[in-house]
């Protein structure tokens, strides 16, 4: 019998010190699950929209808007070669191009915010659907040629951060900078977001030759803006593409449908007419706006609070990727009336922010990230980590409906309550656990 209770005692201890090795490693093994997750679901969703017959999302790949013409863009150019001289279709090549994009950047997402996954203000910036969740969620957005973008800005920011400083830092930004120009010319209204991707300029030493290939990658992309307004195609052609994406629906989409999925604009259209339009074609009222851009951003304030951002952007550098930012979404809203799916681009400018944070946490911190606001689980914030877990954990399951492009945060309210009480039952559970205790 004493043999029996002393090799319960030692499975006993054997067991509790794997359950608090489990714990202490939670934030890795979830960090992980989660970049392992997101790679699996959005490599299977890309392949599987792109290879669709008839896929909307192809289609996307090999145009561009412009000057309210459609025309091929640089991307469709570089697809329709490769096609013809591998005999693959122009579907195979573009998924093998999109699945490579995207594995970029989940790889890319995952080593700039390695150093931040123990934080709880940071989860906000990784786990929930305004951050890196969306593919997770709903990973359709990457169907569209945005995914290079998203691949470009993971891979600078991250080779910014890790690379050390010299040459092979300078070389790596620049070059990055420069791929900014051949995206404007397959789709100009990429430029939006170039604003955000000069921010890894802050990463380098600003002298005489770094100012002056960044002044020629800038005159480039103006060059590439000009050349995509001035090259988008005759009446001519925009009526034959127009009628050839018409025979190319699948039979259950209706014109009504295809005038909400795919816009031409021409000079004149009023802005009333255009939000008219574009409210439509996003299924968003004007009232839900408002909440609509407070689901898309509000994590990433809230983090940007919690983190004490400020802090790492109030070096010369730092402010000026602080403009930066803020021209990116000035952009945006500017050029709002003459977007399609500008929905879309709310998720695809969060994203571009929140790893622009990391990359100047991460710059301006160096080996102090790990005293950062929330990076330290105390007895203090130890009940708030927990709740603030499960919330993030029922957001990744629960608010699925319109998840993001083309509806981005059109939850419906059931789930948005659902995940406010998930909140409030992880909250009260240490409270009532105290209380048992005592």
């Known amino acids: ?83 013809r001289a591998s005999g693959l279709s122009f579907a195979e090549v573009t998924a093998v191009i999109a699945v490579v994009a995207n594995l970029l950047f989940v790889l890319g997402a995952a080593l700039l915010f390695a150093r931040l996954r123990h934080n709880h203000w940071a989860w906000l910036l990784i786990y929930t659907p305004a951050g890196l969740a969306f593919g997770a969620t709903n990973p359709g957005i990457l169907g569209h040629k945005d995914v290079l973008l998203l691949a470009l800005g993971a891979m600078l920011f991250s080779g910014a951060t890790l690379l050390p400083e010299g040459w092979k830092r300078t070389t790596w930004v620049l070059c990055g900078l420069a791929l900014t120009i051949p995206l404007v010319l397959s789709h100009e209204g990429l430029v939006i977001f170039v604003p955000i991707l000069f921010i890894a300029l802050s990463a380098l030493r600003l002298t005489p030759p770094v100012i002056g290939v960044t002044a020629l990658i800038v005159l480039g992309l103006g060059a590439a803006v000009l050349a995509s307004v001035m090259h ?40 009333t007419d255009t939000f008219a339009f574009v409210a439509t074609r996003n299924y968003i009222a004007l009232w839900e706006l408002p909440f609509a851009v407070a689901l898309a951003f509000g994590p990433i304030a809230v983090a940007a609070c919690g983190l004490h951002i400020s802090r790492a952007f109030s ?24 977007v399609i799916d500008w929905m879309r681009f709310f998720i695809v400018l969060g994203i571009l922010t929140a790893m622009a944070m990391a990359m ?30 499960w919330v993030l954990l029922a957001a990744l399951f629960v608010l699925t409906p319109g998840k993001v492009s083309p509806w981005l945060v059109h939850f419906g309210w059931n789930d948005i309550l659902t995940v406010v009480l998930v909140g409030i039952a992880s909250g009260c559970w240490p409270v009532l656990a105290r209380k048992r205790r005592q």
């Open 315 to 338: 070096d010369p550098k730092g402010r000026i990727s602080a403009h930066l930012i803020v021209l990116s979404y000035v952009s945006l809203i500017a050029l709002m009336p003459l």
């Open 360 to 389: 100047r946490l991460r710059l301006s911190c160096g080996d102090r990230v790990e005293t950062l606001p929330g990076a330290v689980a105390t007895p203090e914030n130890a009940a708030f980590r927990y709740m603030l877990g």
């Open 1 to 83: 019998m004493n043999m029996l209770r002393a090799e319960f005692d030692r499975l006993m201890v054997r067991t509790e010190s794997q359950r608090c090795w489990i714990w202490a490693r939670s934030a890795d093994i979830i960090y992980s699950g989660f970049f392992i997750l997101l790679a699996y679901m959005t490599t299977k969703s890309i392949w599987s929209i792109i290879m669709r017959t008839h896929s909307y999302m192809t289609t996307d790949w090999g145009i561009s808007y412009a000057g309210g013409f459609v025309r091929r863009g640089l991307i469709g150019d570089v697809i329709l070669h490769l096609s």
């Open 232 to 271: 988008s195609g005759t009446i001519a052609q925009r009526d034959a593409m127009i009628e050839a994406f018409y025979a190319a629906l699948p039979p259950q989409w209706s014109l009504d449908s295809l005038d909400e999925y795919v816009a031409f604009w021409f000079v004149g259209q009023s802005v």
